[in-house]
């Protein structure tokens, strides 16, 4: 089973990662974004809650680190360990929104795309509490990180229109 394409976000605003860099996919899910990162030459830690999807993950790309964990339950698991990057695509969960911030490396970069109000007449998620304010991830991030790219709105992506807010911060 081949991975589908990765998030068009990550791949333009790739070139902020430390070459080689150790990165931190977040709701990697089947890992469309950790196979690519990992095919770029970056060392690659994939976390999600499901165990499946890990598996098929690392069946077809066994260099990347896979973790099964449900972040929304217990501690962060990575206290004390800093990545590279952290990419976190098409997932909200907004106590660990400043944690994230926290688990950048120096110079590290933060690539956050999901979405946000206004989704819901396309599809799914179509509950509030997965759905971001309009400028709700540049208003969190501008206090701790530096946002180097930013926006928001409706765009037309295969295979569905999405409503997203989309962000690179980088560690000050």
């Not at 950790?34 to 030459?41: D, N, S």
């Not at 994939?46 to 993950?57: G, S, Y």
């Not at 004390?80 to 106590?95: K, Q, S, T, W």
């Not at 819901?120 to 946002?147: C, H, M, V, W």
Request: with cysteine; hydrophobic share 45%; aromatic share 10%.
């Amino acid at each position: 089973m081949q991975a589908s394409c990765p998030s068009a976000w990550l791949v333009e605003h790739s070139h902020y990662i430390k070459p080689g860099g150790r990165v931190l996919d977040v709701a990697s899910g089947a890992g469309r974004n950790a196979v690519w990162l990992a095919r770029q030459g970056f060392r690659v830690t994939a976390v999600d809650r499901d165990a499946a999807a890990l598996a098929t993950l690392k069946s077809q790309a066994p260099d990347i680190e896979v973790q099964a964990r449900d972040l929304e339950q217990g501690a962060w698991p990575y206290v004390g360990e800093y990545f590279d990057a952290i990419v976190v695509c098409r997932y909200l969960y907004r106590p660990l929104l400043p944690v994230l911030a926290d688990s950048l490396a120096a110079q590290g970069v933060l690539i956050y795309e999901t979405f946000m109000q206004g989704h819901e007449q396309y599809g799914r998620p179509s509950n509030p509490d997965f759905l971001l304010r309009s400028n709700e991830l540049a208003d969190t991030f501008k206090p701790l990180l530096r946002i180097a790219a930013y926006e928001e709105g409706l765009l037309q992506l295969p295979p569905n229109p999405a409503v997203l807010q989309r962000l690179v911060a980088l560690a000050r």
